[in-house]
């Protein structure tokens, strides 16, 4: 099973910017696409955005769409996803997350693979 590892968390004030870091260990057929899920205390893990590796194909949430941005390194098995203008409400652990499939899935429970999760917190 590949291994997922997130890093690039931290504390930033409102408005700033952070970029988290998804590393896997192999490119295989289960990281076909490659999610980010995030989940505050006491709530639902989100979804945030996917990206294609095949063909670098991006989704991502609606809460996030203007302000958040995925990407990917195909040599380094890596991807990015880069958070700008954060709010005291995208405060949460993020997670990355694979899946076998190339479609487009926001539900966590079609991702096989997990990080163990990085925290972000925002100050307002």
């Known amino acids: 099973q590949v291994k997922l590892v997130e890093s690039g968390g931290g504390l930033v004030q409102a408005g700033g910017s952070l970029r988290l870091t998804c590393t896997a260990s192999?490119?295989?057929?289960?990281?076909?696409?490659m999610g980010w899920f995030r989940q505050a205390p006491g709530k639902e893990r989100d979804f945030v955005g996917c990206i294609t590796w095949s063909d670098g194909t991006t989704n991502v949430a609606d809460s996030v769409r203007g302000r958040f941005t995925i990407s990917r390194d195909d040599a380094k098995n890596t991807v990015y996803l880069q958070m700008n203008s954060l709010k005291a409400e995208d405060t949460a652990v993020y997670y990355c997350?694979?899946?076998?499939?190339?479609?487009?899935?926001?539900?966590?429970?079609?991702?096989?693979?997990w990080g163990q999760g990085t925290q972000v917190t925002v100050s307002a």
């Open positions: 192999a490119h295989t057929f289960s990281t076909r696409t």
């Open positions: 997350a694979s899946r076998g499939s190339r479609w487009f899935s926001a539900r966590a429970a079609d991702y096989g693979s």
